[in-house]
């Protein structure tokens, strides 16, 4: 194994902290990218190879999420005392190549192989990006940097449906795949070559040698913080909504709204640049500034907030009367769910203690990426489905009521969270957990 008890970097400058940011956030979007680009294709890729909702919503969530949980936990474990930049590089190399090879698949069995191959390299993605991006700003300045690297994810998402939208559009889908895999590999490249690794808690002035923890004492510590286990389980239960709207969303408009490929994934795409992207930015601001007027309990309270609006503008936008109203109320549902996700991710690495940063990172995306995005998306089909032969088309519109419930359950568990954030931020900067 790897040891990085001795980094090239000890305080990590203003400059060389925005070049992380600026790295990082890159490689969050194409993550989102590559896992995200299928869901444009569902309708082609469900006519090419005669399959049901239900088989789509197993490859497409379920074949991801099963590999990226398995392995994502562990190889989080291992970068709380690796190389994270190694361990970063490899997995976006390798999840690059497979979105490529999905673009090559002869067979729905062999589509649902390159998308756990994408799982797999996805596992590296998490714990260590999160775990390097605490190490190069201090925690005040956390909310903002946490809510660009999820800015990037959204950038990701938008890429995802223009380049699914037209290149699937003028050349088909399995050139998608093959273009959207492109970047990844020199970006690996360049993050080998440039980015060094920070100081474990240096910003937190805790070096990681205080505080070693094995696996079970890590998980001990995380369980015992009761915001971390309310919030990893409010993450699951918004995560259904926010993955359903990923996966379905296209194929609710294409069967709703009679949209092509093209027009959907330009109007996702203008509104996801619009609406989620700013919604991150605004977010990490607002919540800075509703912490520091209020305490720590509002790093979740405010995505609490975020999440109930979700909820209610989501069922607002299946049963809206005209396509521009439905417009208005998803552009409304993708700002809501930008708004919660960097004050989340930044209250995770604060009531974590350093030595398990990466570690608390994972098991949070991934539990919420296996309950919303690998069951959630199966839920809904298998609903969908059922509901086919009594509604048509509009069976995918009461299926997806079942994520729009779990946004607003997410609200309330993470608003319930903020009564502990404040004690565990406290236990875990001591090493009392």
């Not at 309708?43 to 919503?57: N, T």
């Not at 062999?110 to 190490?135: K, N």
Request: positive net charge; glycine residues 10%; contains cysteine.
């Amino acid at each position: 194994m790897m040891s990085d008890t001795t980094p090239t970097v000890s305080a990590p400058a203003d400059r060389q902290a925005r070049y992380a940011l600026i790295l990082l956030t890159t490689v969050y979007a194409l993550g989102y990218a590559d896992r995200n680009i299928i869901n444009l294709l569902l309708e082609p890729i469900k006519a090419e190879f005669q399959l049901s909702d239900l088989v789509l919503g197993m490859i497409t969530g379920l074949g991801f999420t099963a590999f990226q949980v398995v392995l994502g936990i562990p190889i989080a474990r291992w970068a709380d005392s690796a190389k994270r930049v190694y361990i970063l590089a490899g997995g976006l190399m390798m999840w690059s190549v497979m979105t490529g090879l999905s673009g090559l698949a002869a067979s729905a069995a062999l589509l649902a192989v390159t998308r756990m191959g994408v799982g797999v390299g996805e596992a590296c993605l998490t714990g260590p990006s999160h775990s390097l991006l605490s190490d190069f700003y201090a925690p005040e300045r956390r909310p903002r940097a946490f809510s660009i690297m999820a800015a990037g994810g959204e950038i990701g998402i938008i890429a995802a449906l223009l380049i699914g939208g037209w290149v699937s559009h003028a050349y088909g889908w399995r050139a998608a795949f093959v273009v959207a895999g492109m970047p990844g590999a020199l970006l690996s490249l360049l993050l080998v070559a440039t980015l060094k690794e920070p100081l474990r808690g240096g910003a937190d002035d805790k070096p990681a040698a205080q505080v070693k923890l094995s696996f079970a004492e890590a998980f001990g510590v995380l369980w015992r913080q009761k915001s971390f286990v309310l919030t990893v389980l409010a993450s699951m239960v918004m995560g259904l909504q926010f993955f359903a709207m990923q996966v379905w969303g296209p194929a609710f408009l294409k069967r709703i709204y009679h949209l092509n490929t093209a027009e959907i994934g330009s109007l996702m795409a203008i509104i996801r640049t619009v609406l989620a992207v700013s919604g991150a930015l605004l977010g990490g601001y607002l919540a800075s500034l509703m912490v520091a007027r209020r305490g720590p309990s509002w790093f979740t309270r405010f995505p609490a907030l975020a999440c109930l609006g979700a909820g209610l503008t989501m069922i607002a936008f299946l049963f809206s009367p005209s396509l521009p109203v439905a417009i208005v109320f998803l552009a409304l549902v993708n700002l809501a769910v930008g708004m919660q996700l960097g004050p989340v991710f930044s209250a995770v690495q604060m009531v974590a203690p350093v030595s398990c940063r990466g570690f608390a990172a994972a098991i949070f995306v991934s539990l919420t990426q296996l309950f919303g995005l690998g069951i959630g998306s199966v839920i809904v089909g298998g609903i969908s489905d059922l509901l086919t032969a009594q509604y048509g088309d509009e069976a995918l519109r009461y299926a997806l009521l079942v994520p729009a419930a779990g946004a607003i359950v997410g609200g309330a568990l993470y608003w319930i969270a903020g009564d502990f954030v404040a004690r565990d931020i406290d236990r875990a900067q001591h090493n009392r957990a």
